[in-house]
């Protein structure tokens, strides 16, 4: 069977889609005219009926009809295609793969007669190739030689990684992976980057391990992290490991760190002994950089107080160049929350993919440059790639299309793509159709308990469901027109008519005996930490004659230590120290700096500051240095309740909150900066109860 390019991958997407596709779709994801589509299927068709399959077109709708032992008959054949034709990007895929695959060199000659074209059009895909996916000329062409890819261990792995995403949706893939590799047809193509036995034993290694883990992983993050780990396991098996000492020492600090030597010698099936640690640093990031995005985090690391200040500078910034008030406790705390894990990705110079970043760059081109100029400004360490930027511009995008809604009907949003991509879904929703008052997101995990639990009158999801007991819509994550049109109509002939019993509304408001206590606990959890800090308060000059960092926190802790003789100094004074491994204390723009940490030795929660009589230099958070005149200094127990730990992040926010603000607690004015410490926390209190 021979079929030429565009008319083989209509057929893979008309063949792998759940429900039948619009022409004007189609058109395009290939990026051509609807009349070349339906030029196209002419092949289409005569290729489907030599297998008794037909294809319909009903309103514009594609379908194809036939029996399931047909269908199935037909897709076998389709996937163990060997193709004749290659389109243009499956010829670069496929030539970037066996690059990234091999660590000699390849013949030019030998990659055109795998691919049966001229060696004229290798190089020219080479020099596309470079354009398109490694953004710079990484390719070494040597006449007699062949040609290498000149690229790190790491950089490999990354581009593995995205090859792998671009063969397989990731739709599909974790439709496949969460019913356990049931789908045969899909499976083959599993071993496109990596071997498939590879990726079910991390999964089912990773499944083990992510129960026992302190916080959540997003399903998008869950998989990512599947094929991450598959690679680097086929990767050290082909004799390619990463190298044998740690880049960071401090790594093995971290907790995640006993769960990826775990995964590492499950996965691989080798000793402890025989991983090297490089690898074990390298998962042990990946596994930090998963962390569901409502994780509060530890106090002790740079990591929250880092993202809380740059999500205010960012947020005070894109404020400014739009003209837009988009200071909100809501957009401070998404944003916040998706900076945490792109934090980590950054200092651990890890690549990550964003399947919208063309959709955000030409739907919000203005936004785009605005965030990417404003986040240059702030984070100096190194530039941030654009699939980062592109998720901070969905959290602004949602922030400035929200409006207010009026009442009526629920609906349940199955998103895997991180809270940014989330928020946009929901606030496109509610713009387009104000009668849906509660929206609520779930992972796809938690979608059959959540649909038994409770009805809704809409399911919308990011996600190919497959064959499910319920009518749902998938939907693009930033929902186009057509597909708000398809819900408007679905939603008018409801019987409903946009109304819902007043007797369940009641119902819905009321809360249980048990919500009501665990509500009240939590009120009382923030009251005392807000009445603790107040009582702790205290501005304090520092006399810091030496003007090194060091002595100057040395004579800080001395004055506490008049406060609590149980204090000690020299363990706080380290703990406090090690931040600067991270990221620096200075805070840009400001005459700031701020210290923090969790200690044993510290009994209660302590927000304190300390003006300096000889403002010194110091290391900025996000890169250089800073003039630094006022530390201010922030301590938490060892056990302190999450509640607490999230009030305490959150006054980080307050050292650049505002111009004024930051005069104020700068000033070294004791009466007018306790006054304003007094206000601000008890708006905290109040928020968050």
Not at 216 to 241: C, P
Not at 546 to 565: F, G, K, M, S
């Amino acid at each position: 069977m021979y079929l030429s390019a565009r008319p083989r991958l209509i057929l893979e997407q008309l063949m792998m889609a759940p429900q039948p596709l619009h022409l004007a779709d189609v058109a395009e994801e290939f990026e051509v005219s609807e009349r070349t589509i339906r030029r196209d299927l002419k092949e289409v068709k005569a290729t489907l009926a030599t297998f008794n399959l037909k294809l319909t077109k009903e309103k514009h709708y594609l379908s194809v009809q036939g029996s399931e032992d047909d269908k199935q008959r037909f897709k076998w054949q389709l996937l163990d295609l060997t193709y004749n034709d290659f389109s243009p990007e499956e010829r670069q895929q496929y030539i970037l793969k066996e690059l990234l695959k091999t660590d000699g060199t390849l013949k030019l000659i030998g990659l055109a007669n795998d691919l049966n074209v001229t060696v004229s059009t290798i190089s020219n895909d080479l020099t596309k190739i470079e354009e398109d996916y490694l953004n710079s000329s990484l390719i070494s062409r040597k006449k007699g030689m062949g040609i290498s890819l000149n690229a790190s261990e790491m950089e490999k792995r990354g581009m593995l990684s995205d090859l792998f995403w671009k063969k397989y949706p990731k739709q599909q893939f974790m439709r496949v992976l969460f019913n356990q590799f049931a789908d045969e047809v899909t499976e083959g193509r599993l071993n496109y980057i990596t071997q498939q036995g590879h990726i079910e034993v991390v999964e089912q290694s990773l499944r083990n391990i992510r129960d026992s883990l302190a916080y959540d992983i997003t399903d998008e993050s869950y998989i990512n992290l599947v094929i991450h780990v598959a690679i680097s396991v086929q990767r050290i098996t082909e004799g390619n490991g990463m190298k044998e000492t740690l880049i960071n020492p401090e790594v093995v600090h971290y907790p995640e760190f006993h769960f990826a030597q775990e995964l590492l010698v499950t996965s691989l099936g080798l000793s402890l002994a025989e991983v090297p640690i490089g690898e074990v640093e390298f998962v042990t990031m990946h596994l930090r950089g998963a962390k569901a995005q409502n994780y509060v985090g530890d106090f002790n690391s740079n990591e929250q107080v880092q993202a809380v200040t740059i999500a205010t500078q960012l947020i005070a910034k894109v404020s400014e160049k739009t003209g837009s008030s988009l200071t909100s406790d809501s957009l401070l705390k998404s944003l916040t929350a998706h900076l945490r894990p792109a934090l980590r990705r950054l200092n651990a110079d890890m690549s990550i993919t964003n399947p919208l970043i063309h959709s955000i760059k030409r739907d919000y081109e203005e936004l785009f440059g605005i965030v990417q100029a404003s986040m240059k400004e702030i984070y100096h360490y190194q530039p941030v790639p654009e699939e980062e930027i592109g998720y901070l511009v969905l959290h602004f995008g949602a922030a400035l299309l929200q409006q207010e809604e009026q009442v009526a009907l629920s609906a349940l949003v199955v998103c895997a793509s991180g809270i940014g991509t989330s928020r946009m879904l929901v606030t496109r929703l509610k713009q387009a159709i104000p009668q849906l008052k509660t929206l609520k997101t779930i992972s796809l995990f938690e979608l059959t308990k959540e649909m038994e639990s409770h009805p809704y009158d809409l399911l919308v999801s990011t996600i190919d469901l497959g064959q499910v007991d319920y009518e749902y819509f998938h939907v693009t994550p930033i929902l186009s027109e057509r597909e708000i049109s398809q819900i408007e109509v679905y939603l008018q002939n409801k019987r409903s008519h946009y109304r819902r019993k007043q007797n369940r509304e009641e119902k819905e408001q009321q809360l249980t005996k048990l919500e009501a206590i665990h509500l009240l606990e939590n009120r009382q959890l923030y009251t005392e930490t807000v009445v603790t800090l107040l009582s702790n308060f205290q501005v304090v000059r520092i006399d810091n004659s030496l003007t090194t960092i060091e002595d100057t926190l040395r004579a800080i802790c001395t004055t506490l230590l008049e406060q609590d003789r149980r204090l000690d100094v020299e363990g706080l004074l380290q703990s406090l120290l090690v931040r600067e491994k991270w990221s620096g204390f200075g805070i840009a723009e400001t005459e700031l700096a701020l210290f923090h940490a969790r200690n044993a030795s510290i009994r209660q929660p302590i927000f304190q500051l300390f003006p300096l009589t000889n403002p010194i230099m110091m290391p900025a958070m996000g890169g250089g240095e800073v003039q630094v005149a006022t530390i201010v200094l922030l301590l938490a127990p060892e056990k302190l309740e999450q509640q607490g730990l999230e009030l305490m992040s959150q006054i980080s926010s307050l050292l650049i909150e505002s111009e004024a603000t930051t005069a104020c607690l700068q000033s070294g004015d004791s009466r007018r900066i306790t006054q304003f410490v007094v206000e601000r926390l008890l708006a905290f209190a109040n928020s968050y109860t």
